[in-house]
Nanobody
Framework: VQLQASGGGLVQPGGSLRLSCAAS????????MGWYRQAPGKARELVAT???????NYADSVKGRFTISRDNAKNTVYLQMNSLKPEDAAVYYC??????????????WGKGTLVTVSS
């Protein structure tokens, strides 16, 4: 199983970016998918998660600005980031809780995509 994240880049404060993360490989089922971020010198933190039924959870710092969604048919999770702030700059990682056999579930991480917010 592999997670491939994309969509990062350089954006000015107030701008928008959309991150994507596609899971591939031997997948039976995917439960929770989510996005985390890690800024230099800081611990990795949760940004948002979404269950396979569409229930979402957001960090307080991104509520009202970021939207997480997923396409179950494509095993893909998205993060729409609006009104970006310099403090949103980080490497963004996707994570998914995946069963690659009917009864074996594991967390899988993508390699991360860099988001830079600067004028």
């Amino acid at each position: 199983v592999q997670l491939q994240a994309s969509g990062g880049g350089l954006v000015q404060p107030g701008g928008s970016l959309r991150l994507s993360c596609a899971a591939s490989g031997s997948i039976v089922s995917i439960n929770v998918m989510g996005w985390y971020r890690q800024a230099p010198g800081k611990a990795r933190e949760l940004v948002a998660t979404i269950t396979n039924t569409g229930s979402t959870n957001y960090a307080d710092s991104v509520k009202g600005r970021f939207t997480i969604s997923r396409d179950n048919a494509k095993n893909t999770v998205y993060l729409q980031m609006n009104s970006l702030k310099p403090e949103d700059a980080a490497v963004y990682y996707c994570k998914a809780y995946i069963a690659n056999t009917p009864f074996r579930w594991n967390d899988y991480w993508g390699k991360g995509t860099l988001v830079t917010v600067s004028s």
